[in-house]
T-cell receptor, first 112, second 109 residues
Framework: DADVTQTPRNRITKTGKRIMLECSQTKGHDRMYWYRQDPGLGLRLIYYSFDVKDINKGEISDGYSVSRQAQAKFSLSLESAIPNQTALYFC???????????FGEGSRLTVL | RKEVEQDPGPFNVPEGATVAFNCTYSNSASQSFFWYRQDCRKEPKLLMSVYSSGNEDGRFTAQLNRASQYISLLIRDSKLSDSATYLCVAYSSASKIIFGSGTRLSIRP
């Protein structure tokens, strides 16, 4: 089983719908991240959390929200999806004071 | 200017060739550096960390030049299986992890 698990792996939805992407980890790491990846733009940070009660905006947080329900779970929500949120979304974890990230397998979201 | 910049490629080289990528970073407070490998439609995976003294892992060699603020990755005797996108990552003391956009490498038979 993967140490960092994302669900769903693929989702097609319509403009205006609410979408939640979920991430759970068994690595015991405190730090969790949500990234999106678009062709030619690399990975861009949406939100990150260093602890259960800690939520921080990344470089592209507009249109997204997150919830850190427990150390092992970090969910990303799109309250009202729009087509330019079509992308590949990755959840990741890390150990404190290191830049090494452990990624989930990704969630491919298509907004029509 | 992006904090971490890479040549997007693609680099198209024959099997057995040596290929090198560079990556530049703008934040002098960056502490640690990494190379990740990403296969098409898959998650990035850590290839190797980059140390000031340089480090080698089999056919892969990573170098860091703090004075010029760049890191490099050298792949010797390239294999078809090396075809992937290589991502450069910088980590700063403010716990910022910044990714480059990636360099695409294609190895041809």
């Amino acid at each position: 089983d993967a140490d960092v698990t994302q669900t769903p792996r693929n989702r097609i939805t319509k403009t205006g719908k609410r979408i939640m992407l979920e991430c759970s980890q068994t690595k015991g790491h405190d730090r969790m991240y949500w990234y999106r990846q678009d062709p030619g733009l690399g990975l861009r940070l949406i939100y990150y959390s260093f602890d259960v009660k800690d939520i921080n905006k990344g470089e592209i947080s507009d249109g997204y929200s997150v919830s850190r329900q427990a150390q092992a779970k970090f969910s990303l929500s799109l309250e009202s999806a729009i087509p330019n949120q079509t992308a590949l979304y990755f959840c990741a974890t890390s150990v404190e004071n290191t830049g090494e990230l452990f990624f989930g397998e990704g969630s491919r979201l298509t907004v029509l | 200017r992006k904090e971490v910049e890479q040549d997007p490629g693609p680099f198209n080289v024959p099997e057995g060739a040596t290929v090198a990528f560079n990556c530049t970073y703008s934040n002098s407070a960056s502490q640690s550096f990494f190379w990740y490998r990403q296969d098409c439609r898959k998650e990035p995976k850590l290839l190797m960390s980059v140390y000031s003294s340089g480090n080698e892992d089999g056919r892969f060699t990573a170098q860091l030049n703090r004075a010029s603020q760049y890191i490099s990755l050298l792949i010797r005797d390239s294999k078809l299986s090396d075809s992937a996108t290589y991502l450069c990552v910088a980590y700063s003391s403010a716990s910022k992890i910044i990714f480059g956009s990636g360099t695409r490498l294609s190895i041809r038979p």
